[in-house]
Nanobody, 124 residues
Framework: VQLQASGGGLVQAGGSLRLSCAAS????????MGWFRQAPGQEREFVAA????????NYGDSVKGRFTISRQNAKNTVYLQMNSLKPEDTAVYYC??????????????????WGQGTQVTVSS
């Protein structure tokens, strides 16, 4: 199983980034997918999640209205479009897969597979 996150980088406040997570080694289209983030010294925080078919999404309160999660099952890839970025969005962003996804899949322990993370830094 591999989850390869990419697309992170340095951006000014107000800017945008698009993260991608390419999956392999499991039945991607049968799993819900999520994005989490972790800043230094802080707990891993739920960002967004999407159901196996893409019809259900949910977001953390701090990113609602600014971030959008999507997926392309044909490409085994999940995306996170991040707009109106703020310095407090600075963190390592991780993608994860949940075999038993539901709308309450917001806790890291609910996820089965994890990627290695990609750094997002937002300057003020």
């Amino acid at each position: 199983v591999q989850l390869q996150a990419s697309g992170g980088g340095l951006v000014q406040a107000g800017g945008s980034l698009r993260l991608s997570c390419a999956a392999s080694g499991f039945s991607f289209s049968s799993y819900g997918m999520g994005w989490f983030r972790q800043a230094p010294g802080q707990e891993r925080e739920f960002v967004a999640a999407i159901s196996w078919g893409g019809g259900i999404t949910n977001y953390g309160d701090s990113v609602k209205g600014r971030f959008t999660i999507s997926r392309q099952n044909a490409k085994n890839t999940v995306y996170l479009q991040m707009n109106s970025l703020k310095p407090e969005d600075t963190a390592v962003y991780y993608c994860a897969a949940d075999r038993n996804y539901h709308s309450d899949s917001v806790r890291p322990r609910q996820y089965d597979y994890w990627g290695q993370g990609t750094q997002v830094t937002v300057s003020s």
